[in-house]
């Protein structure tokens, strides 16, 4: 008999910041162009602006475990998504190589702070049963992202201008942080201990 694993909303909220998180770095690839023709950027600098976001998840994933430790995943998922949705509205009105270079770098370290926060998040959720296929779902989404990110922009900027797929995923990022305010989460090991060692 086959188990059937049910996907609650706290799970699908999961996935989908999952997604958002791999579709916001890999959507500017068809956007090069448009970054060349209107701002005048070098391929070699567009290269750079291609891997900041590679140094940004390089840099931050311990950053963000550390965060997690002393805030706890609610509050750590909370500000990684409005920094997203910062960074998401920030990007159309960047117009300088230095500006969309931190961007670029702020947008890596968000996305591997929310992988960080969505792995912890579906540890905590899941059972030892159903723990294995639901990580499974996430790498799945993760890889949906990097496909989706450049096919939706791709597409978006063929009828709209440059500014509509930033505005997008900030939207579902936004949607995603109402989701996330309404969940319910354990305390992080380090504010549990803190907890015990307050005086009554």
């Given at each position: 008999?086959?188990?059937?694993?049910?996907?609650?909303?706290?799970?699908?909220?999961?996935?989908?910041?999952?997604?958002?998180?791999?579709?916001?770095?890999?959507?500017?690839?068809?956007l090069?162009?448009?970054y060349?023709?209107?701002?005048?950027?070098s391929?070699?600098?567009?290269?750079?602006?291609?891997?900041?976001?590679?140094?940004g998840?390089?840099?931050?994933?311990?950053?963000?475990?550390?965060?997690?430790?002393?805030?706890?995943?609610?509050?750590?998922?909370?500000?990684?998504?409005?920094?997203?949705?910062?960074?998401?509205?920030?990007?159309?009105?960047?117009?300088?190589?230095?500006?969309?270079?931190?961007?670029?770098?702020?947008?890596?370290?968000?996305?591997?702070?929310?992988?960080?926060?969505?792995?912890?998040t579906?540890?905590?959720?899941?059972?030892?049963?159903?723990?294995?296929?639901?990580?499974?779902?996430?790498?799945?989404?993760?890889?949906?992202?990097?496909?989706?990110?450049?096919?939706?922009?791709?597409?978006?900027?063929?009828?709209?201008?440059?500014?509509?797929?930033?505005?997008?995923?900030?939207?579902?990022?936004?949607?995603?942080?109402?989701?996330?305010?309404?969940?319910?989460?354990?305390?992080?090991?380090?504010?549990?201990?803190?907890?015990?060692?307050?005086?009554?």
């Amino acid at each position: 008999m086959k188990r059937r694993i049910h996907l609650s909303h706290n799970i699908i909220c999961m996935i989908v910041i999952s997604l958002i998180a791999n579709m916001s770095g890999s959507m500017i690839l068809p956007l090069f162009a448009i970054y060349v023709e209107q701002f005048g950027i070098s391929a070699l600098n567009m290269s750079i602006l291609f891997s900041l976001f590679y140094v940004g998840r390089f840099l931050g994933g311990g950053l963000a475990g550390r965060i997690y430790e002393k805030i706890g995943a609610k509050r750590l998922g909370l500000s990684l998504l409005f920094a997203e949705i910062i960074c998401m509205l920030l990007f159309p009105v960047a117009e300088s190589f230095f500006i969309l270079s931190i961007l670029r770098l702020l947008q890596g370290l968000v996305a591997i702070g929310l992988t960080v926060f969505v792995r912890v998040t579906i540890n905590q959720i899941s059972t030892t049963e159903n723990r294995g296929i639901l990580n499974g779902y996430i790498s799945s989404s993760e890889g949906a992202g990097t496909i989706l990110g450049p096919i939706m922009s791709g597409i978006i900027v063929s009828y709209f201008t440059l500014a509509v797929p930033f505005y997008f995923v900030a939207i579902f990022s936004c949607i995603s942080f109402v989701a996330v305010s309404r969940m319910t989460f354990p305390p992080s090991l380090f504010q549990t201990s803190a907890a015990a060692r307050t005086p009554s």
